[in-house]
């Protein structure tokens, strides 16, 4: 499944890991997290000027062709202003702009708004989310984002095309095999109908995969209020390691194909809001399509399963 190549680098170790299905890379080098950069500061803008809080987002957002926006308990769902897909919505996940614990519910019923707005489309859609404005965030109040395109993104077209290869050669589904070779590896983390694992080759810093049991947009319906579970204990998870910034994606097929892919829901967390406007991103991950990893997904699967 995975290559993993680790050198001494003089003053700790560095790992080379590279995921065989997809040829995707990463570095991993555990003595930067040393730095001590990751202190958080609260940088939100207040919620008074804000146009996703309750007495603006009715005057303030896009409505959609029928004139309306769909409203499922909390959250409420609109097309984006400024979008960069052929189906680019919104949903505001809470009434509150500042919410220190998100519930079940109020996650479940934001995806549920997602997937209504998505399905109307029909090309290859994923469900995301910039958490705090260090993960891309440009308004606090956290909500979640969602694009339909007829063409996949450049990482769904790595998966789709790797999980086509590896049926056609296996005659198996490449989830299913990942799933039974991570039970033993040291990164599964929990789950039993949506199983979460520590990612092997990590494209941020702790990412952690939910593998789902479904191909397409229309099927996670009965599944939301299981990944917001999911969902849910990895953002506690992460705070409690000191992480509050994150970015969240969840990926599936177009309806109408079966390229032996299966949906997943990927999480990473972000440097945290910080008054020197330092970043996590920098040349490997932008230029280099390397991200430099400072978490052995190992030693945080352990730490999970210790909590």
């Not at 994150?246 to 008054?275: Q, V």
Request: charge should be negative; hydrophobic fraction near 35%; proline fraction near 6%.
């Amino acid at each position: 499944m995975f290559d993993i190549e680790q050198i001494d680098a003089g003053r700790g170790i560095v790992q080379y890991r590279r995921e065989h299905l997809t040829g995707l890379r990463c570095r991993i080098s555990p003595e930067r997290i040393k730095r001590g950069i990751g202190q958080y500061y609260s940088l939100a803008p207040p919620s008074g000027e804000c146009p996703f809080c309750p007495d603006r987002v009715r005057e303030e957002t896009p409505v959609f062709e029928d004139g309306t926006r769909i409203e499922i308990g909390e959250s409420i769902t609109f097309p984006n202003l400024y979008p960069f897909a052929e189906c680019h919505t919104v949903t505001v996940i809470s009434r509150d702009h500042d919410v220190e614990r998100f519930s079940v519910r109020q996650l479940s019923d934001a995806l549920l708004g997602q997937i209504e707005s998505l399905k109307r489309h029909g090309g290859y859609a994923s469900i995301n989310w910039n958490y705090l404005p260090s993960a891309g965030a440009s308004i606090a109040h956290p909500h979640l984002q969602g694009i339909s395109d007829r063409s996949p993104s450049t990482l769904a077209e790595c998966y789709l095309a790797g999980s086509y290869r590896y049926r056609a050669r296996r005659g198996t589904i490449y989830q299913d095999d990942l799933l039974a070779h991570e039970m033993d590896a040291g990164r599964y983390l929990f789950g039993d109908e949506i199983p979460w694992i520590a990612s092997a080759v990590p494209l941020g810093e702790r990412e952690v995969r939910g593998l789902l049991p479904i191909r397409i947009l229309e099927e996670a319906e009965s599944y939301t209020d299981c990944i917001a579970e999911g969902m849910r204990e990895i953002i506690e998870i992460f705070r409690d390691t000191g992480s509050m910034a994150f970015n969240a994606s969840i990926f599936f097929e177009k309806p109408g194909c079966d390229s032996g892919f299966r949906a997943f829901c990927s999480l990473i967390a972000r440097i945290n809001p910080n008054p020197w406007s330092t970043s996590d991103s920098a040349f490997m991950e932008r230029l280099q399509l390397e991200p430099v990893i400072l978490t052995l997904p190992e030693a945080f699967a352990a730490y999970c399963r210790r909590r």
